[in-house]
T-cell receptor, first 113, second 112 residues
Framework: NAGVMQNPRHLVRRRGQEARLRCSPM?????VYWYRQLPEEGLKFMVY????????ESGMPKERFSAEFPKEGPSILRIQQVVRGDSAAYFC???????????FGQGTRLTVV | TQLLEQSPQFLSIQEGENLTVYCNSS?????LQWYRQEPGEGPVLLVT?????EVKKLKRLTFQFGDARKDSSLHITAAQPGDTGLYLC????????????FGQGTRLTINP
């Protein structure tokens, strides 16, 4: 899973600031998934994207959160006006198609102070 | 809402003992995956089971998918300190899709 690159690994933001989390999928992978993990919990699905398209965003909070996967460049998970409850580890996973297991990145640990 | 219940949540045993972790749901999944996650890292896929009743072995680890594809188990034989970690089960919710529903995890500690 070292092939899925997430940055930054750690991100500290003050309440009200914006957080941008980046995910570069493995080479040849055009499907990206974002998950959130709270301390001592399992991962919760947020959003599923293919290049330039959001396929399923049923796990995304309706406000302040957005995701994109442009034709060129990494996928971005954007959190506006962060609150303390947004503190969590955010994981990205990628796969070459919808039928193959996805590989996870090392995650971005967001801390809101 | 599909849920996966993992048990136990915490397990601490001595080196050399056997253990089983369970993953149960009232929902049917098209496939079920087991992951291991180290502190500060992302989940690493151990195995995927697809067919009801399927059994897969990975050295000392045995994975089973229930006949009805609603539950799964992970059995470790002769546990070693290197097996210590967080084990997660995850069910795929659509045929062919990787939108996964995760259990809350089992934190396993193997004491030397």
């Amino acid at each position: 899973n070292a092939g899925v690159m997430q940055n930054p690994r750690h991100l500290v933001r003050r309440r009200g600031q914006e957080a941008r989390l980046r995910c570069s999928p493995m080479k040849g992978h055009s499907h990206v998934y974002w998950y959130r993990q709270l301390p001592e919990e399992g991962l919760k699905f947020m959003v599923y994207l293919q290049k330039e398209n959001i396929i399923d965003e049923s796990g995304m909070p309706k406000e302040r959160f957005s995701a994109e996967f442009p034709k060129e460049g990494p996928s971005i998970l954007r959190i506006q006006q962060v609150v303390r409850g947004d503190s969590a580890a955010y994981f990205c996973a990628s796969s070459p198609n919808s039928r193959t297991e996805a590989f996870f990145g090392q995650g971005t640990r967001l801390t809101v102070v | 809402t599909q849920l996966l219940e993992q048990s136990p949540q915490f397990l601490s045993i001595q080196e050399g003992e056997n253990l089983t972790v369970y993953c149960n749901s009232s929902s049917v999944f098209s496939s079920l995956q087991w992951y291991r996650q180290e502190p500060g890292e992302g989940p690493v896929l151990l195995v995927t089971v697809v067919t009801g009743g399927e059994v897969k072995k990975l050295k000392r680890l045995t994975f089973q998918f229930g006949d009805a594809r609603k539950d799964s188990s992970l059995h470790i034989t002769a546990a070693q300190p290197g097996d210590t970690g967080l084990y997660l089960c995850a069910g795929a919710t659509h045929q062919g899709a990787q939108k996964l529903v995760f259990g809350q995890g089992t934190r396993l500690t193997i004491n030397p």
